[in-house]
């Protein structure tokens, strides 16, 4: 069986199967004996050849987050949805057509919308301001450009991943 | 009000520091009260407390900032002493004089003295009455408006903006040139008044190079003062502590007994009791300006604690109940060397930004002299209306260098799974060479550290592996009920039929 996984820009393909007390998995390089901990709880065993590791595993939305030595991963998986995310996740990149989209990083509270729909603004100059975990963000254009869409209120709450302002 | 003992206290806060006070009065055999806002209804300190109190919605300002309803559930319910932990109302007089008003006992210092040295205007005029240096600056707060570039450009440039009340780092900024002065002090304005209620801020020069040294100070009501040694917090991000140490390898002898001289001097002059803390900026050469006073107890309060053998909460108890001070000055020499890292759901490889979510997963480490302080559990989650803190870890050790490694010991029995965590920063700060040595200030995270190096490919395989391995699981034993959804167990008949009804309706 094979799984392709997506964690930020790096994509990968591994194959995996059954083999005497585990699995065999393989990226079409390298391929490691692993042993995985079949228990249903988030933190399990892995022992990829010999190395053991404490992994900490739990589906999150529509994401596996993986955590390895403090470090937390996320991985796309493949499935239906799986597609349809990637592309989505082409689209935020926004180089296509010169259009940048400034979408909130974390969820918090547009507490100041600095710019207007027509102003023209320098890359890195803050376009508006979000409160979260008890700290301003100043949210600044990607690039160079002429704001073409305000979408973020004075006030309103905005989700992780909310667009906030286009730049073309 | 007369000082009576304490039957009953209510716990005007949340998380860790909830969590923790309540261990101390449990011990005491004192009954506990929690207050809780809607987001919080689960929380850990609700169902460690033997009551607990609704106050309002999710926001602050709508819940524990509430004085008014706190002092109210503290009334209903019978408690004759409220402990604020930190942050919220504990460094607010009003909050204190209500309390006082009310005939609950405020587990803290007087109203008076929070007044007199609790706002950073009031503590320089305070010090230099008392002959303890200051780091040069507007001796008040800057009026809404006020032009301040005239007296920047005296003071000289970089200077730092600080809001008059509260203190973690909200609503600080340092301004390098004076074009950047008025957006930064409007910000600042904005940040302190959404912080804390009161948006009026000051400046003073900003101090290249120093290490952040506190004192903890603690006094009773018969007018006795004794220091609990330093604290070491130059590990600092946007004026945000990540590590606490106690001792300051920068701190010999002889400079922790002027220090603390100086410390006692101060609390004695504003006739402070309870615990307290004193920040002072030292400079390379030993020379140290007083800061600020925090009339309250501190997140990095464990570090004391493990240095000294003591139990800071209880002590405030026993203050607050109008006893005598359980130590005397030579009690208190630090006794080898503790360290503390703050586990906050901030992600390191995207420049800190807090992450709310989850806990989906939680291994909490243990083992000799390691303390885990925290206030949320595995189905918890890190809410986008408080802070990220998720927990700290506290070792002690004979030594630094065994402090050290027992600390990294311990990182790495921690898995937290659902939300990014401080844990590889701390992993590969507590590995850096420079650390190591102690030769650190506070600009040394932001200017010369760097998280470069870390992100090693082998590990991001054995995840991968993982991800792959567990997401094949979840789809061979899931059922295919409409079209299949992850994570159905098999396991029992009963359970994939109520599922099979959930989905229908």
Redesign the interface.
Known sequence: ?K?A?K?GE?R?E?S?EEEAGG?R?S?GK?T?H?R?D?R?????G?V?DD?R????????GET??????????E?L?R?ARFEKLLALQQDRGGDAGGRAELRA????LV??VLKGVGDEVKEGEPVL?L??????N?IRAPRAGKIVEVKAKAGAAVE?GELLAVIE | MKPRKIRKLLVANRAEIAVRVMRSARELGIRTVAVYSDADEAAPHVQMADEAYRLGPPPAKESYLRGDLIIAAAKKCGADAIHPGYGFLSENAAFAQQCADAGVTFVGPSPKSIEAIGNKVNARQVAKKAGVPTVPGLDRAAKEGEDLSALAKKIGFPVLIKAASGGGGRGMRVVREAKELERNLREARGEAAAAFGDGSVFIERYVERPRHIEFQVFGDTHGNVVHLNERECSIQRRHQKLIEEAPSVAVDAKLRAKMGETAIRLAKAVNYHGAGTLEFLLEPDGSFYFLEMNTRLQVEHPVTEMITGTDLVKAQIAVAEGAKLPWKQDDLAPRGHAIEARITAEDPFTNFSPQAGPILGLTIPSGPHTRWDAGIREGGAISMFYDSMIAKLICWGTDRAEAIERLRRALAELVIVGVPTLVPFHLHLLADERFRKGDFHTGFIEKEFSMEGIDRPHLEEAAAIAAALEYRRRRQETPQVNGGNAGLPTSSAWRVNALREGLRT
Do not use: C, Q
């Not at chain 1, 249903?40 to 399990?44: K, L, S």
């Not at chain 1, 990083?105 to 918090?108: F, M, R, T, V, Y």
């Open positions: 069986m799984f996984l964690h790096d990968l591994l995996v699995y998995v990226d390298t490691w692993v995985f079949d249903r709880g988030a933190v399990r892995v990829v190395t590791h404490s992994i900490g595993v739990a589906r999150k596996w987050d993986v955590v390895l030595e403090g470090i937390n991963y991985f998986t499935d990083p974390i969820p918090g507490t100041n301001v409160a979260a975990m008890k700290l301003e100043e992780k």
